[in-house]
């Protein structure tokens, strides 16, 4: 029901979507106007591609699917020891972007798992650049563990227990070192127990080698190292990855998961079964609009810093088919960034991933071309293409304002009917998107700030992602791994809670979020003044679309001018950010726009 009604709703938007081609195509003004002519035809071309870009995205609501497990059926079905052998992957890279302790605890819940551990010894595999006593669950264990991480040394009673350990010698060097290998619980030799007499899983601790001419194929890398590691000890069917900042948050994920690897029906083509993504640290009215869904799978393809969507993109293509999971209680939690730099920057790494896709042989048009349906390949396309609205939403938020201030108008009028799809697509659109946060439980807030995110994710890190891609292509940068930091400084944090956005250093990408706010305020202010100075206010409908998007734009951007101008704390934004976007700005308010467009 509720599917037919959304696929009703959006023919509707479709035709608002072709009207506004329509008025576009009908309306072109005369060569002869010059500035207006180019801005009308930057505007067509943008919402020519919102358009098409607004048709992908039906491809994911288009025919929803919910998936529900039942694991009491599952054992009803197969007794415990005909359950498949699990074994989890633990990845980190960084013990200072990462702290130890955070990876340990990761380690330990998955550790927890209601699973039979005699039957799959499942191997929890730590890949850390640091030794740590992992196992050892004393009320000391932190300060020992950042001793470890502090001195660099192993203290030699653990020497002496984990000779593998004893490798980090002093000759070794982060990013020089062989392999280690250690075993830091065998469930095979002997029975581990907790204080409590629990049964434990195998524990292994692998540091993969690294040496500094070779390649380390980022976290692609890592899983593949521990994927060799798990076919030598227990080689185990069913393997599980986990990010480090990623705690398992419900004993019986393994069991759901097995529900549909196990399905009598569907589970020959199943290949992966992936949890959303969901943080733990966001707090009520999250100002970043988190959480960002994003995938955990296994099987791992190099060369991308997206290393999992390209891989079960392939898996996909050979056939296989995944299983999204979204039970009420979450399976896991993680740490969401908290701060806007570091927010952006992850997605400039998730959406130059994608971009780097869509414009490889493994593009989804290309691969999946007759092996995955058109919905599939629009869906990766989704994402695939984020990078490309960067230039269409900047345009957006620039040249109307812009022009709003120099009397060019570029809508319909007010009074005009062609005033109604415009106004028609728009509402449609964000009441929908209004609908489906509050069915995701976020409150009206929320939904607000992710506009904003979304806002500034598409002028900063799509734009740069794009800028990038195009960069590489021609060879003049490589694409890396940047880490998402997982330490946030005491006071920041408490900034974070009490809902302030977080700039504090210089960042290009600060500086194109302060110019647009600054010139749309600029551009309203000196605008609406204009018009009531020399035309009266009556004029102000042919300007009215305009003059509205300009105000929305600065109602949006209203923690950028806090930022920019109200705060003292060390979490606004750098005085050198505010004069270069001043320095950008100030010209166009001063020269005619005969000059620049
Ligand atoms: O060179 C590297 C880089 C990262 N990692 C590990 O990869 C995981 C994810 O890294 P993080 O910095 O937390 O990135 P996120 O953006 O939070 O991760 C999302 O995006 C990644 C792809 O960009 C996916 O691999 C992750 O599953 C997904 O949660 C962590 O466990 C890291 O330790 C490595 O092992 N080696
Ligand atoms: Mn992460």
Sequence with gaps: ????????????????????????????????????????????????????????????????????????????????????????????????????????????????????????????????????????????????????????????????????????????????????????????????????????????????????????????????????????????????????????????SIRDALCFFQDEEQSQDIAFVQYPQNFENVVHNDIYGNPINSVNEKGVRYGCPLEDVITGLQIQCRGWRSVYHNPPRKGFLGMAPTSLGQILVQHKRWTEGFLQISLSKYSPFLLGHRKIRLGLQMGYSVCGFWALNSFPTLYYVTIPSLCFLNGISLFPEITSPWLVPFAYVVVAAYSCSLVESRQCGDTAVEWWNAQRMWLFRRITSYLLAAIDTIRRMLGITESGFTLTTKVTDSQALERYKKGMMEFGSFSAMFVIIATVALLNLACMMLGVAKVLLHKGAMSLGAMFVQAVLCALIVAINFPVYEALFLRKDSGGLPASVSLISLCIVMPFCILPTNLYL
């Design 1 to 252: 029901m509720a599917t037919h009604a959304y696929r009703l709703f959006a023919s509707t938007v479709l035709a608002g979507v072709l009207l506004v081609w329509l008025y576009r195509a009908t309306h072109v003004p005369s060569r002869s106007s010059g500035a207006r002519w180019w801005a009308w035809l930057g505007l067509s071309a943008a919402e020519l591609w919102f358009g098409f870009y607004w048709v992908l995205t039906l491809s994911v609501r288009w025919s929803p699917v919910y998936r529900r497990a039942f694991p009491d059926q599952l054992s009803r079905r197969y007794k415990e020891e005909q359950l498949p052998g699990v074994d989890i992957f633990v990845c980190t890279a960084d013990p200072t972007v990462e702290p130890p302790m955070l990876v340990i605890s990761t380690v330990l819940s998955v550790m927890a798992y209601d699973y039979p551990q005699e039957v799959c010894k499942a191997l929890a595999s730590i890949l850390q650049e640091v030794p740590s006593g992992a196992q050892e669950m004393h009320k000391d264990l932190t300060d020992r563990v950042n001793s470890v991480v502090n001195s660099g040394k192993i203290p030699d009673v653990s020497k002496y227990k984990l000779r593998g350990f004893s490798k980090w010698s002093e000759n070794t060097s982060f990013r020089d070192h062989p392999s280690i290998v250690q075993i830091l619980i065998d469930g095979n030799k002997r029975k581990a127990t907790d204080v409590d007499g629990n049964v434990l899983p195998t524990l292994v601790y692998l540091a993969r080698e690294k040496r500094p001419q070779e390649h380390r194929h980022f976290k692609a890398g890592s899983l593949n190292a521990l994927i060799r590691v798990s076919s030598v000890i227990s080689n185990s069917p069913v393997i599980m990855n986990v990010d480090c900042d990623m705690y398992s948050n419900n004993s019986g």
